[in-house]
T-cell receptor, first 114, second 112 residues
């Protein structure tokens, strides 16, 4: 499928478990982003990547790990899930073309940590 | 650092009435501004954006927003809303080509 996809769409896990959320885009966009959406906070940036093998922290990176070995994939790992990480996670991507800063968003992953 | 304030967490309105969703930003440098819309159980979609040029920008579905530098605002308006406009609307700002900073969102509730 063309565009940006996320898997799984829904995940329930337990405190302390490792969880990986997948993000895949077919546009060969250079930039990719991970956000979490929580009531009252809007979207907050967790990590972003400017290109393969280049990642950087966002506003709320603690407890998360990312990697970007291929341009099209940007997985987000919760190394030891906590209840405070219950949230909806959105992946986004953006190209390098000048004149537009539009980010394209995936459909989201709803994660519940029990 | 930039920040975005959306003071209204929820805006109820009747169908065919006008609506304004407020957005104010804070930045010490020039900014690019965006409005995204999120329909229930979906991701965010770009509604409109201001990069440069005309301060009034429009979307294909009748929304418009005006960049006001002196008031540091980018309010979203629509003269006549439809039931299908019910969604959450996010204002966002960036100063470059990397990170977007989002507001906390405004839920627009359109009732018949």
């Amino acid at each position: 499928d063309a565009g940006i996809t996320q898997s799984p769409r829904y995940k329930i896990t337990e405190t302390g478990r490792q969880v990986t959320l997948m993000c895949h885009q077919t546009w060969s966009h250079s930039y990719m982003f991970w956000y979490r959406q929580d009531l009252g906070h809007g979207l907050r940036l967790i990590y972003y990547s400017a290109a393969a093998d280049i990642t950087d922290k966002g506003e709320v990176p603690d407890g998360y790990v990312v990697s970007r070995s291929k341009t099209e994939n940007f997985p987000l790992t919760l190394e030891s899930a906590t209840r405070s990480q219950t949230s909806v996670y959105f992946c986004a991507s953006r190209g390098l073309a000048g004149g537009s800063n539009e980010q394209f968003f995936g459909p989201g992953t709803r994660l519940t940590v029990l | 650092a930039q920040s975005v304030t959306q003071l209204d967490s929820q805006v109820p309105v009747f169908e065919e009435a006008p609506v304004e969703l407020r957005c104010n930003y804070s930045s010490s440098v020039s900014v690019y501004l965006f409005w995204y819309v999120q329909y229930p159980n979906q991701g965010l979609q770009l509604l409109l954006k201001y990069l440069s040029g005309s301060t009034l920008v429009e979307s294909i579905n009748g929304f418009e927003a005006e960049f006001n530098k002196s008031q540091t605002s980018f309010h979203l308006r629509k003269p006549s809303v439809h039931i299908s406009d019910t969604a959450e609307y996010f204002c966002a700002v960036t100063t470059g080509f990397q990170k977007l900073v989002f507001g906390t969102g405004t839920r627009l509730l359109v009732s018949p």
